[in-house]
């Protein structure tokens, strides 16, 4: 039996995230490690949450493994229900053949029996590789006020990078006119955010058509958005002012962790009642030794700091021994910093061990913009040296 | 063997008067994120138990809100998992009617009910005042070995450094491992072996001498039992060498919390192999330390804002500390507010205390001075 849910939410978290390079070698984009005790994908999860979603179907289909340990049976975000709750889909074989999701729309198309279970009304398309935190009930609000097929969501963003965007021009009632996909000379600052609500009906027609053109590369950007536009349904965009980055290339990643930090950091995890969660470890308090120095960091349980730490964003079980340093730098977990090594502007994927006196990246000032990285499992010899914009996998 | 546990949640709750005015002794803080139920259950998943009764007698909410349904000790199950035990007064009886039992051995009677109908071979007893990390399924097996009615769990402590009361139970033991005698604390000094208050014990035993010391009016485990037992040598100890700590009074509650303080002592008792200690998870942000703030020799839970100076000190989640202030040699509980210029040292505040601006506050180490859940000063 399946209650009737007005809206699902389908979450694309199949992406490789190839710009990530080492970080996401072994592990799916949404699963890379955020903010010390996030994933990339708790704060999409803990919007529908927040925004009253209760059931959303995840889909995945890059590295997996990990995704699917973190999320489990959704217990954190209270997504373990009876009805609904968050469900993985991953690719399936079918009566015809198997098939892998050949593009966002695709990958919606094939699993449109999920959606009919619980008859929504309406599905809401989120991907899981944006760190924002919005109420979609807002959304759904005004989707159906305006009675609109198709609502997205549009940040501001500045004229001198609309060109890296997706594109919406509207008309003084938000009605979308025109649609460009990273135009060269953009007129409108309004970028997607790859945020959609459909109603129900017009979505499955329009990805069925999809799905039956050989020609069509199965995006909603490249083709379902545009169709439905050329056709002229009424699709409106939905302006979002808040914080909101894609952390899909290593710099942007390492900003947005040091955005959490400072005197009044530009993204709070938690406000009031609205908080990021999170499936976490069970470690002991953090442990901050008698001669060390932590200044600007945000630093998660288990660690314990003997050394330097500005600057950083530290996740659980980090130890940083005496006289190391770590600064500029964001450190997922489950890592040693051994003693007099020093850590600058860097990323470090969990279970790293720097050896002591060994030294990684350069002085942001003289490092030109390079990040080093280090991947998951990674052993950096004593005295070992590893230069800026290095990046290290096993 | 199979196990199944019992924890008294309740019992020497009267010792720690300020701390239990509203809550239990298994539900006071510790050690930043911890409440003191956590040792007892975790020892006891640790070992293999996944049944577990839990005695409650007054005061329980705070521990029901903490335990929830047991899925953070990973007891919330179908089969077994965490059965709450609260007291239990029949209606339309006689003696036991309106009466709440008022020893441990009063509420094992009330509890005959969970015990029968449990069918595990021994069960695993424990109060909620003493810290460690026992290996309980270590135990249990010397228990097997041994043949023995009852095994207590003990510890040795140096009345220097850990004054005892009254309630401690100090035991000698010959070098079979046998307990030889059993007395209340008398003002020993130096070294003494005393029982950390866990007993592992065969159900059919159990069942046998309680129902037995009930119905000749007798009401202490220790005495009636335990004591009347010793002749037949099949009470045997079972040494534990970890952390040790009890808490008997608002001054052993702070040493007690001190210690965590000192790295060997902590990673002793939290960095066990296999043998973590859970606690409920609150999804609070990492600490965030920001521009400007000092902070050494301090264990800091996650959920904290520091701007200000702390050392030597224990903050539970969700603490803030603001400009130009000081706390040092103190233990702030979970979303205690201190505001900006602010002098601490050696304070307790309990739960969500606010300290505003320019407030100097001074104890001593043996006299800590406590401020009460929710006050403000």
């Known amino acids: 039996m399946f209650k009737k849910k007005e809206c699902v939410a389908m979450l694309l978290a199949g992406g490789q995230g190839s710009r990530l390079y080492a970080l996401t070698a072994k592990t799916a984009k949404p699963a890379v490690t955020f903010g010390g005790k996030y994933r990339i994908i708790d704060f999409t999860l803990s919007n529908c949450v927040q925004s009253g979603l209760d059931t959303v179907g995840v889909l995945t289909q890059y590295q997996p493994l990990v995704l699917n340990e973190y999320i489990g049976t959704g217990l954190p975000w209270d997504l373990d229900r009876n009805y609904g709750g968050v469900k993985i889909l991953p690719p399936y074989q079918g009566k015809n053949g198997a098939d892998w999701y050949k593009g966002t729309a695709n990958a919606i198309y094939q699993n449109m029996q999920f959606i009919e279970r619980y008859n929504a009304d309406y599905v809401l398309i989120l991907s899981g590789d944006h760190i924002y935190q919005m109420d979609y009930a807002k959304m759904l609000d005004c989707h159906k006020t305006n009675g609109a097929d198709c609502t997205i969501a549009v940040i501001d963003v500045p004229l001198s990078e609309a060109s890296r965007f997706g594109i919406m021009t509207t008309d003084a009632t938000g009605r979308i006119t025109k649609f460009s996909e990273k135009p060269k000379n953009p007129d409108s600052t309004k970028a997607s955010m790859g945020i959609y609500i459909f109603n129900r009906d017009k979505l499955f027609s329009y990805l069925t058509a999809d799905a039956a053109d050989p020609k069509s590369s199965n995006d909603f950007g490249k083709n379902v958005i545009p169709a439905m536009l050329a056709a002229g349904e009424k699709m409106m965009a939905y302006p979002f002012v808040g914080y909101w980055k894609d952390v899909g290339t290593i710099s942007s990643l390492w900003e947005a962790n040091m955005d959490i930090l400072g005197e009044k950091p530009q993204l709070k995890l938690a406000t009031g009642n609205w908080r990021v969660l999170s499936r976490h470890d069970n470690a002991p308090p953090q442990y901050v030794g008698p001669d060390a120095v932590v200044d600007n960091a945000s630093i998660t349980e288990g660690c314990e700091i003997l050394g330097t730490v500005k600057n950083s964003v530290l996740g659980e079980n980090v130890r940083v021994m005496e006289g190391a340093s770590v600064v500029d730098s964001v450190l997922m977990g489950d890592t040693v910093i051994g003693p007099g090594a020093r850590v600058e502007y860097a990323i470090l994927d969990h279970n790293v061990e720097v050896g002591a006196g060994a030294a990684v990246g350069a002085p942001r000032e003289s490092a030109d913009g390079k990040i080093a990285v280090i991947g998951e499992g990674v052993r950096v010899e004593a005295g070992a040296t590893v230069p800026a914009g290095a990046m290290l996998s096993e | ?377």
């Open chain 2, 1 to 377: 063997m199979t196990a199944a546990g019992l924890i008294f949640s309740n019992i020497h709750d009267s010792s720690v008067p300020e701390l239990t005015a509203r809550r239990t002794m298994a539900s006071i803080p510790y050690g930043g994120r911890y409440r003191l139920i956590d040792f007892a259950l975790s020892n006891m998943v640790n070992s293999g138990i996944t049944k577990v009764g839990l005695i409650t007698h007054y005061n329980y909410q705070s521990l029901l809100d903490h335990i929830g349904n047991g899925k953070d000790w990973d007891l919330a199950r179908r089969h077994g998992g965490l059965k709450i035990l609260p007291p239990f007064i029949t209606a339309y009886d006689n003696a036991t009617a309106n009466k709440v039992y008022s020893t441990r051995l009063e509420a094992l009677m009330g509890v005959m009910d969970f015990i029968n109908h449990c069918t595990e071979d021994v069960l695993v007893l424990s109060d909620c005042d003493v810290i460690c990390n026992v290996d309980i399924a270590q135990a249990i097996e010397r228990h097997e070995q041994n043949g023995a009615d009852i095994s207590v769990i003990t510890a040795t402590v140096d009345t220097a450094v850990q004054p005892l009361d009254a309630h401690a139970e100090v035991v000698k033991v010959d070098a079979a491992g046998r307990i030889t005698d059993m007395a209340t604390y008398d003002a020993e000094k130096g070294e003494v072996e005393v029982s950390a208050d866990i007993f592992v014990v065969r159900r059919s035993y159990l069942q046998r001498v309680v129902a037995d010391a009930i119905a000749h009016g007798q009401t202490s485990f220790y005495k009636d039992v335990l004591y009347r037992q010793l002749p037949k040598g099949r009470v045997f100890a079972h040494h534990y060498d970890g952390f040790f700590g009890r808490v008997n009074s608002l001054e052993s509650y702070f040493r007690c919390s001190m210690r965590l303080l000192d790295r060997g002592s902590c990673v002793n008792l939290f960095y066990r192999h296999n043998q973590p200690i859970f606690t409920k998870v609150r999804n609070s942000v990492p600490t965030r330390y920001a521009p400007g703030a000092k902070v050494s020799n301090s264990l800091i839970a996650d959920g904290c804002v520091i701007e200000g100076t702390v050392e030597n000190s224990i903050l539970f989640r969700g603490v803030k500390v603001g400009k130009g202030t000081r706390v040092s040699n103190s233990i702030l509980m979970q979303d205690t507010l201190v505001s900006e210029n602010v002098r601490l040292n050696c304070v307790i505040t309990d739960k969500n205390v606010i300290i505003k601006d320019n407030r100097e506050l001074c104890g001593h180490e043996t006299m800590p001075f406590y401020i009460a859940k929710e006050s403000q000063v």
